[in-house]
């Protein structure tokens, strides 16, 4: 037994032998290859490299090979902690490398500023002379918004013939308002200034007292907003087209101040839009007979909204009118985003229903699963919101069943009216992949006029409110589409003085990506 015993563990340990001489063996035979072809290699750059650094890199790169393999010399095979064998020394992180402003801003220009001297006084190394190399450091820097008049003068031309008398003068170039003593530039700057930045008219002219010592009536600069809205109007009414024709839209509403006059009360600044395209209409009356005149002339089929009942209304009378044409009808969807803030209300109350965490779970899972399908093919997508229904059904059964609990005036008893009263509205999406799962892209168009009455409080008159309209109609849909603002409305005006047709922000873009642009 003894001797069966002793052969077995002889034959282990030639077995361990052999398997250690014969990974040694394959070493050596991939450390003679790597030599070969290090070599080789360094045998075709030979004529750059001398043969000094030639044995030198070929002797590092041998060495960094034997310690991968065997390890440095004072390590052995059998390693008594293999822990530290394993463990990789961490590598020494590179201090990110500080890109120039050129480099972070390639859109734009350079000026070149050459800082020399006089050449420094002989020493001994010599006189200094120029060598025609630099040392490049680079800033960003601002040039401060500047006024200045532009005096345009009209070459006069007189009759040389019999009728000397005859004087003929070069007319003015066409012009957004022909005839006011402000520039085109600074109409556009002016409207985009209150628009796009959402300065107020009366920091503008402040502005320009601070800065160039000028006092500019802030009624001036209202009308010259005025122009420029007036002139490009044509712009905003095939803005309110494209929409139109849409076969779904957003659709929300917000407060709008008229300052003077009769009507000096809450107006209405109504907003209706698709995935890249949306207009404003400012209104006196938050009525649905607003909504239903615009979706009369649409071709809508989906119309999502915060369950605001003024829509419900619209959809009905427009409903009967297309019943009688054989005309689709429209479905209302309602927007997941409010019903999730009332349970988020609801649990975050004085008492914070305990409850209505529930809810929130539920929703988070929905909108996880929502968040992954936006880069998503319609099938695809359907198949997603398919796995949103049981979240959905969950929250049906068990608000169906509490409900009695709650006092219809309490938040969470809100709450789940809200979501039960409206459940096959607010779960339309699943089944219709052009349908988003909530208003908030609606809601976010409407936001800059929210901050911007914050400090301008609102318009003077009918005009001024449909200005208000028709620009944020435009600059909003430039962002939409990921269009620079300035350089869309700065065309768009050049083209129609030129006699061109207007165009809207997507067709701008699309001619942007044109290949004969």
Known sequence: MESLDLIKTSSQTRLQLLSKESLIENCLILQDELARVVRENYRL?????????????????????????????????????PKKDSEEKPEKTKKPQIKKPSERYPNLPVREIVVSQEPPPSDDHGSMRPTGMYEITEQLTVIPKKYEILRYKHVIYGSQGKDSDYIQTTPAPDRIKAGSTYSDEMILDVSLSKYLDLIPIQRQAAMARRTALIDIPPQSLIECTHYLAEFIEEAYLGLKTEVLQSKFLHADETPHKMLEGDEKKSWYLWGFSTSKVCFFECHRTRSGDVASEILLKSCCEFLLTDAYSGYGKAVGLVNEERLKNGLPMIKNAYCNAHSRRYFVKSYDDGKGEPEAEFYLIQYQKIYALCETSYVKALPEILELRAQMKPYFESMRVKAAENIHKYSSKSQFGKAMNYFLENYQELTLFLTHAEVPIDNNPQERLLRPHVVGRKTWYGTHSQRGAKTAAIMFSLVETCKLNGVNAREYFKILAAEMLGGYPAFTPAEYKARLASPNN
């Open 45 to 81: 750059r030979s004529e750059f490299i001398s043969d000094l650094q030639l044995s030198l890199i070929i002797d590092e790169q041998l060495k960094d090979l034997k310690n991968k393999i065997f390890g440095s010399s004072s390590e052995k095979y059998n390693n008594p902690n």
